[in-house]
């Protein structure tokens, strides 16, 4: 049998993605039992209704949580600002942790929950859920077997609706709150297709800059529409676009350049994975990668983590990648404040 664990999980009223974590986490088998802590109460009945018998103890305390439960893992879904000193206070009492992102609003705060995960030997993975995604994950195997040879550019752009924001109720989330999210439309979705650039190219950003705004109008302190300019340490560059323009829906893809053929990822509508090598064939062609249908989502990714933490497996995300990730946006957000390019550690 399956080595099994207890998850922890501490959220609040509007927590995100409470329904792929409690729905997950009632199919995963690693995880054999389930605690709550949310002080608003409001996700208990959502919790009770997914997770059935599995959850086990409900509490509004996080710190009444985790001495009554320990758990050996706990996944922290709180809105940024809220977030280091609970994953702090987890990961000193022994918890390995599961964070929404971005878990901060600044980097060094986040860079210092990775030291100290570090420091108590605990993983520390944020929940970049498309990771785990068939497409993406073929699509790093290529860039790894040398099918694009040298990596000269790359280019994304996640695009998704302005409708939320045109209503007064979400607009009062801290969603929309900068001082309580971080920032806007880069940190809560285009941060997934950012990772996922970095994740499949294999690459680092060395340098970045760009511009960032309220294009839309709506009054929220956030950015609404933000755009990126990346000098990687390998010599190349990239692009990124991301913004609230839609009436529903997304437009996403992340392209990829190299001197041995490219790659492009879709959305997953259509042809989600296609890619074009002269490297070791007389006849290239464009060729394209089919995957079941449905299988994206939440359940895998922390499916992985929960083994992770259960020593099953390697983690799906390393602390310091997500710090990466973390430095490079709030380093645009610096670039886009001060008009001045912006280097990456």
């Avoid at 009945?45 to 305390?61: T, Y």
């Avoid at 609970?86 to 878990?103: D, M, N, R, T």
């Avoid at 309220?214 to 190349?236: K, R």
């Amino acid at each position: 049998m399956p080595k099994s664990i207890k998850v922890g999980v501490i959220t609040q009223a509007d927590g995100g993605h409470q329904p792929d974590y409690f729905g997950a986490l009632a199919k995963i088998e690693e995880a054999e039992s389930v605690a709550l802590s949310d002080p608003s109460g409001n996700s208990e009945a959502l919790a009770r209704k997914l997770l059935g018998d599995k959850l086990k103890l409900v509490v509004k305390d996080p710190a009444e949580m985790l001495k009554k439960f320990e758990p050996q893992m706990t996944v922290v879904s709180l809105e940024s600002a809220a977030a280091p000193p609970v994953i702090a206070a987890a990961l000193e009492a022994g918890c390995h942790i599961f964070a929404e992102k971005p878990s901060c609003t600044r980097a060094e705060d986040f860079a210092k929950l990775v030291r100290k995960a570090e420091m108590k030997h605990r993983l520390l993975m944020m929940a970049f859920a498309n990771r785990s995604h068939s497409p993406v994950r073929e699509a790093k195997k290529l860039v790894q077997a040398g099918k694009l040879g040298k990596i000269y550019a790359l280019e994304t752009h996640l695009v998704t609706d302005q409708t939320r924001l045109k209503n007064p109720d979400y607009r009062k989330t801290w969603f929309c709150s900068k001082d309580r999210a971080g920032g806007g439309i880069l940190t809560w979705v285009g941060i997934h297709w950012l990772d996922l650039l970095l994740y499949m190219s294999g690459l680092k950003i060395k340098q970045v800059t760009g511009f960032a705004g309220n294009v839309g109008g709506q009054p929220i302190d956030i950015e609404d529409s933000a755009t990126l300019c990346f000098h990687f340490q390998n010599g190349g560059f990239g692009t990124m676009t991301n913004g609230y323009y839609l009436d529903k829906g997304y437009h996403s893809h992340v392209k990829i350049w190299g001197d041995q053929g490219w790659l492009q990822l879709s959305s997953v509508e259509e042809t989600p994975l296609e890619w074009y090598s002269i490297k070791d064939t007389k006849e290239p062609k464009v060729e394209k990668f089919e995957y079941p249908k449905g299988e994206r989502g939440y359940l895998r990714f922390l499916q992985s983590a929960v083994r992770a933490s259960a020593g099953l497996e390697e983690p799906p995300i390393t602390a310091e990648e997500a710090l990466h990730v973390l430095r490079s946006i709030f380093a645009f957000y610096e670039a886009a404040k001060t008009g001045k390019t912006q280097s990456i550690e």
